[in-house]
């Protein structure tokens, strides 16, 4: 009787145990991830001497307004230019990928073509390979064609997503079931419209979901963008931003619009994901039920 009483207390216990260790190492990583955006708020709302005097997070006057009516103003106002490119850059890029992978994944999925195993292989090498490692064949390929130093430079690799087409078919496989597809073409309907008035609007979780995943690679891409252009008025925010940061040695009044600039380039994207969150959510769990 006195063991069943110390297994059961034991197995009362455990799952306690459990559950306080698994919210530690929660609480510990969200502190973590959440560590340097808190710097960043911070820091934001001073000016120059209140960086260097102050404390990281301790709060000093509050200069965020005038920040930002500086960082909007400096050099004639070439942020919103790199703002504006980044915009451009992402959004086209973004919606573009996520139209070429859904249609790719749908492809692999449904139809039965020679070569198929072959040419999914072939994804998936590309999902394996750093992006870094492309950049130069990349910068070779866009100046034998003329295209260095223009947008079309930073447009044109970023359509293409392996890890897209991947997410896609797996979206395919559990959102599109082949019966809805073969009812829509007894009633008429050919492969173009079949995919873009049925399969299209079931996929639109995964749709989401890629284009989050493209939003976030795009947004952040520097290297391909160091590569490819030399021209400051072709800069996206993160290359500008580094720019500014390589000088602040020699320019010291740029070191508070580096910080506030960084604040304002990481906005649009937790925007995005709060917005956007619900399709996100579903859609990763797409493969997860079959």
Same mark, same amino acid.
Request: proline content about 4%.
């Given at each position: 009787?006195?063991?069943?009483?110390?297994?059961?207390?034991?197995?009362?216990?455990?799952?306690?145990?459990?559950?306080?260790?698994?919210?530690?190492?929660?609480?510990?990583?969200?502190?973590?991830?959440?560590?340097?955006?808190?710097?960043?708020?911070?820091?934001?709302?001073?000016?120059?001497?209140?960086?260097?005097?102050?404390?990281?997070?301790?709060?000093?006057?509050?200069?965020?307004?005038?920040n930002?009516?500086?960082?909007?103003?400096?050099?004639?106002?070439?942020?919103?230019?790199?703002?504006?490119?980044?915009?451009?850059?992402?959004?086209?890029?973004?919606?573009?990928?996520?139209?070429?992978?859904?249609a790719?994944?749908?492809?692999?999925?449904?139809?039965?073509?020679?070569?198929?195993?072959?040419g999914?292989?072939?994804?998936?090498?590309?999902?394996?390979?750093? #992006?870094?490692?492309? +950049?130069?064949? $990349? &910068?070779? @390929?866009?100046?034998?064609?003329? /295209? =260095?130093?223009?947008?079309?430079? %930073?447009?044109?690799?970023?359509?293409?997503?392996?890890?897209?087409?991947?997410?896609?078919?797996?979206?395919?496989?559990?959102?599109?079931?082949?019966?809805?597809?073969?009812?829509?073409?007894?009633?008429?309907?050919?492969?173009?419209?079949?995919?873009?008035?049925v399969?299209?609007?079931?996929?639109?979780?995964?749709?989401?979901?890629?284009?989050?995943?493209?939003?976030?690679?795009?947004?952040?891409?520097?290297?391909?963008?160091?590569?490819?252009?030399?021209?400051?008025?072709?800069?996206?925010?993160?290359?500008?931003?580094?720019?500014?940061?390589? #000088?602040?040695?020699? +320019?010291?009044? $740029? &070191?508070p @619009?580096?910080?506030?600039?960084? /604040? =304002?380039?990481?906005?649009?994207? %937790?925007?995005?994901?709060?917005?956007?969150?619900?399709?996100?959510?579903?859609?990763?769990?797409?493969?997860?039920v079959?």
């Open positions: 009787m006195t063991s069943l009483r110390t297994d059961r207390a034991r197995a009362t216990r455990t799952p306690v145990t459990s559950r306080l260790v698994v919210n530690a190492l929660l609480a510990v990583s969200a502190l973590y991830a959440l560590m340097p955006l808190s710097w960043l708020l911070v820091a934001a709302t001073k000016d120059r001497g209140d960086l260097f005097s102050t404390g990281a997070f301790a709060l000093a006057d509050f200069q965020l307004f005038a930002l009516g500086e960082l909007f103003s400096y050099g004639d106002g070439i942020y919103l230019r790199w703002l504006g490119n980044t915009v451009l850059y992402t959004v086209v890029a973004s919606v573009l990928s996520s139209l070429v992978s859904v790719a994944g749908y492809a692999f999925d449904k139809y039965a073509f020679r070569g198929k195993r072959f999914f292989g072939v994804v998936l090498v590309g999902v394996l390979v750093p #992006s870094t490692v492309l +950049q130069l064949p $990349l &910068y070779l @390929l866009a100046s034998a064609a003329g /295209l =260095v130093n223009t947008y079309w430079a %930073v447009l044109l690799p970023s359509l293409v997503n392996p890890f897209g087409v991947y997410l896609a078919r797996v979206f395919s496989e559990g959102y599109v079931p082949d019966e809805t597809l073969e009812a829509a073409r007894v009633d008429g309907a050919g492969e173009l419209r079949t995919f873009a008035r399969a299209l609007p079931m996929l639109a979780p995964g749709f989401v979901t890629i284009f989050l995943f493209t939003l976030t690679a795009t947004w952040n891409n520097f290297y391909g963008a160091l590569m490819m252009l030399n021209d400051e008025k072709l800069f996206p925010v993160s290359l500008g931003l580094f720019t500014w940061n390589s #000088s602040v040695q020699q +320019q010291p009044q $740029l &070191y @619009l580096v910080i506030v600039g960084s /604040l =304002v380039a990481v906005l649009p994207l %937790v925007a995005a994901f709060l917005f956007l969150q619900r399709f996100w959510r579903s859609g990763l769990t797409a493969g997860a079959k």
